[in-house]
């Protein structure tokens, strides 16, 4: 039997092809560009950190302006873009916070400006006020930065054997900067809008 000549296609065969429509490709920042940028609420307020990418498609969008830029420009077909170090929203969003900002080790650096609470030299790790074989708990107000030399020299001594004592009680840090804080290294442009000491390192 011959084969039909119709201009139909056989019962199975996929039609005539067609090309997808294109579509205008989004600026991408390139690997030796910033990675990350800070997005701060309408009122300013820091929410979190995104990705370049993310901050740029927000700010196309106009879901967003740029406060600060990289020296850094991506280019696409019809924008050309510098990268956004810090980003504003251009509408306000509730966000829930937790109660609590988390304890981590670079939170406590950060909260202590990276220096030694005990000698004011420059801060290589956490020290328990009191210690934990003494019943001191792993809580902001006993957690404090300390040198190598000091958390030696203190071991699971008290203070008061010592005859040391803290320029200030250590406390819970408040605010949503420090929510952003515990978690990721700190860019120095973002030093305004988190309001964390010059000598947190990038």
Known sequence: ?????????????PGPRRDPVPVPRLPVPSSGTTAATLLLNATYEPLCVVSSRRAIVLVLAEKAVPVDDAAEVV???RVSLAVPVVVRLTRYVRVPYPAQVPLSRRAVFT???QTCVYCGSSATSIDHVVPRSRGGTHTWDNVVAACRR???TKADR???ELGWKLPNPPRTPSGA???LLGARTVDPR????LGVPESVSA
């Open 1 to 13: 039997m011959s084969r039909s000549a119709s201009g139909s296609s056989p019962a199975g065969h």
């Open 75 to 77: 280019h696409a077909e």
């Open 111 to 113: 909260r202590d400006g």
């Open 150 to 152: 000091c958390n030696h």
């Open 158 to 160: 008290s203070l008061a």
């Open 177 to 179: 900067a420090w929510r």
């Open 190 to 193: 973002w030093r305004e809008w």
